[in-house]
């Protein structure tokens, strides 16, 4: 993931490949009207249920009445929608994604069904007002929680994230990012210790969360009782599931130190850093013990504490159908995409067939988690290896079944658990009076199989319903761009 992201500093160029007006162009925004979707199934994301046969009345940006039909009065003035064999569920959230530009990629999401996302590196100014924006009805666009920043402990490599030269200095970044509109803290897995416990103590003091990476200095368990909301793609914790953890840290920790005195790499994929992420990430996967791990998700479970594992990013994809899909979906982008997301595969067969052997564990480390009721969240980190922007989130909600959950399971976490998470069950996560109208009807039933969240007829944003043909113009405007000469 790190490494990937050095390529990204192309990234910055996109707002001048794409001007600011193409998402107006792309949806065309007009004031929502009265919807009223028929004769539609209702997918309960909270008891993870149908409920066939429903009419659900949309006044505005809000849903006002769910009732079996027959039993409703449809409005004279709204726009029916039929909704027979077709499935209604909330729309979708990507908890953890990159997004730096709205007119190149807020079309990707929504087209996609994703109506939210938790953005894990960015920069808070251009986020803060499109986030408005989309609050105010003046664009169709994403909902968003902001980070602003990472906060890291070595010399920023690309222009999203800040280093964290001593503890006030970390202090401040907090207060800052508040101010500035950010939702969260997110920390880095290269900060010093001292530098992390200030920031964790600054979030407390602010009342601000803070998730992210876990530290090669600190226990994932210490994170966790720490406060930390939520840890993403499994970071810290196949180190403390290790009978090898003194002594793995413990290289891990020389190993960022000489770096730090050798500096930086222009390319940050020296023998050295891909040392220290073999030990932090890989390697203890050889040494996985069954009962640290259950004291450590007992502590996860007590605390709280979120994971967002980003299997997708995870998976090295010898799966011949899925490179075709990525292939084909990255014809919405530009080409320099390709080799972020679809890399050259370089790994020899015993290096494929290594890889493949680790992916296993961490399924296996996952399906233990979820049999402890740790709470997961869905995330894209897209654009990264496997990940295409806004098509990502339904290759990892398809990862997350092969990890062990029920279909049903997978969708709550991008729906329900993502309202929890963030603190906002009164307003979105469930298809229910009072909540946000930003919903998606699908073609076939989700709870069936979790691929047929694929399978969109229309989304409704904010209100705005957005048919098939829409969406498909929304995505063929991308591809126009992406390929202009």
Excluded at 36 to 41: L, S
Excluded at 150 to 166: E, L, M, R, S
Excluded at 173 to 195: C, E, H, M, W
């Amino acid at each position: 993931m790190v490494q990937i992201l050095i390529k990204a500093v192309f990234l910055s160029v996109l707002s001048f490949v794409f001007p600011l007006d193409f998402l107006a162009q792309t949806l065309n925004n007009q004031p929502p009207k009265s919807l009223a979707i028929v004769n539609v199934t209702v997918i309960d994301t909270k008891g993870g249920k149908s409920k066939p046969g429903m009419t659900v009345l949309i006044a505005g940006n809000r849903i006002s009445v769910i009732e079996k039909s027959g039993a409703v009065k449809v409005p004279e003035d709204a726009q029916v929608i039929d909704g027979t064999n077709k499935f209604l569920i909330p729309g979708l959230w990507d908890m953890h994604t990159h997004i730096w530009d709205k007119d190149s990629l807020f079309p990707a999401y929504i087209a996609n069904g994703i109506t939210g996302v938790r953005d894990m590196g960015t920069v808070l100014e251009p986020w803060v007002k499109w986030r408005k924006q989309v609050e105010d009805g003046e664009i169709i666009g994403l909902r968003a929680a902001i980070s602003g920043k990472i906060v890291d402990g070595y010399k920023p490599f690309f222009y999203f994230f800040v280093q964290a030269t001593d503890e006030e200095k970390g202090r401040e970044f907090v207060r800052t990012f508040k101010s500035q509109g950010a939702d969260f803290i997110k920390v880095y897995d290269r900060l010093p210790r001292n530098l992390y416990l200030a920031i964790a103590d600054e979030a407390k003091r602010q009342n601000m969360p803070f998730a992210g990476h876990v530290p090669v200095e600190v226990k994932a368990s210490e994170a966790s009782n720490l406060g930390q909301k939520s840890i993403e793609h499994l970071t810290g914790i196949s180190m403390e599931c290790s009978t090898e953890e003194t002594r793995l840290q413990a290289e891990a920790v020389k190993t960022l130190n000489d770096l730090r005195k050798e500096g930086l790499k222009p390319e940050e994929l020296s023998t050295g850093f891909r040392r220290f992420y073999e030990l932090v990430r890989y390697e203890p996967l050889a040494t996985y013990n069954q009962k640290k791990a259950k004291q450590l998700f007992t502590a996860f479970r007590r605390n709280n504490t979120w994971q967002v594992p980003t299997l997708v990013v995870r998976d090295y994809m010898e799966d011949e159908a899925q490179r075709n899909r990525i292939t084909q979906n990255l014809k919405f982008f530009p080409t320099f995409f390709k080799n972020m997301v679809l890399p050259e595969n370089k790994l020899t067969a015993e290096e494929v067939e290594k890889a493949k052997k680790r992916f296993q564990k961490e399924l296996e480390i996952i399906r233990a988690m979820r049999r402890a009721k740790v709470k997961f969240l869905a995330g894209s980190d897209a654009p990264n290896p496997y990940s295409v922007p806004g098509f990502g989130l339904h290759d990892e909600l398809m990862l997350l079944v092969e990890a062990g959950f029920s279909p049903a399971e997978a969708l709550q976490t991008a729906t329900i658990n993502a309202a929890e998470y963030l603190g906002k069950t009164n307003l979105f996560g469930t298809v229910e009076p009072g909540k946000r109208a930003d919903l998606v009807l699908l073609e076939a039933n989700p709870l069936s199989n979790i691929n047929n969240t694929r399978k969109i007829a229309a989304v409704i944003a904010n209100g705005n319903f957005l048919n098939q043909t829409k969406l498909r113009e929304m995505l063929a405007l991308l591809e126009a761009k992406a390929n202009k000469k």
